[in-house]
Nanobody
Framework: VQLQASGGGLVQAGGSLRLSCTASGGTFSNYHMGWFRQAPGKERQFVASIRSAGFRIFYSESAKGRFAISRVNAKNTVYLQMNSLKPEDTANYYC????????????????????WGQGTQVTVSS
C-alpha cells in the first residue's frame, strides 16, 4: 500500500487546513487509518484514527474538539480537517494504514501501523 499525503501549508493561528491521504496498491477499505505528527526534535505523536468501516474514531486530547478525521472508501482517501489551529500544531503530518488485529487496543501506537505516507508539513504562525 502506498500512501500520499497532501494539504499542508502555512496558516495563521486560528485558521484551518484539510489534509488528505490517498492510498493505492491495496484494498483501502480493509485498513484502519491514522494521522500522526512529528515536530522537530520531538517524538512522533498520535493525532487521530478511524476504523476501516469508519464507525469508530479516536482522537488525541490535543485534537479533540478541533480536528475531525473522516474517510471515503470509494475514493481511497482519508481526511483530517483541522480547525482553530495553534502554533503548537506545527509539525510534519503523516498518514498511516493498519491491518492489525490489535488496532482497537493500540490505535495510538505507531507500531500498530504497517504503511506510512511521506508526510505533509503544517506550519501555524502566531
Amino acid at each position: 500500500v502506498q500512501l500520499q499525503a497532501s494539504g499542508g501549508g502555512l496558516v495563521q493561528a486560528g485558521g484551518s487546513l484539510r489534509l488528505s491521504c490517498t492510498a493505492s496498491g491495496g484494498t483501502f477499505s480493509n485498513y484502519h487509518m491514522g494521522w500522526f505528527r512529528q515536530a522537530p526534535g520531538k517524538e512522533r505523536q498520535f493525532v487521530a484514527s478511524i476504523r476501516s468501516a469508519g464507525f469508530r474514531i479516536f482522537y488525541s486530547e490535543s485534537a479533540k474538539g478541533r480536528f475531525a478525521i473522516s474517510r471515503v472508501n470509494a475514493k481511497n482517501t482519508v481526511y483530517l480537517q483541522m480547525n482553530s489551529l495553534k502554533p503548537e500544531d506545527t509539525a510534519n503530518y503523516y498518514c498511516a494504514a493498519s491491518s492489525s488485529g490489535y488496532y482497537s487496543a493500540a490505535y495510538s501506537s505507531d507500531t500498530t501501523y504497517d504503511y506510512w505516507g511521506q508526510g505533509t508539513q503544517v506550519t501555524v504562525s502566531s
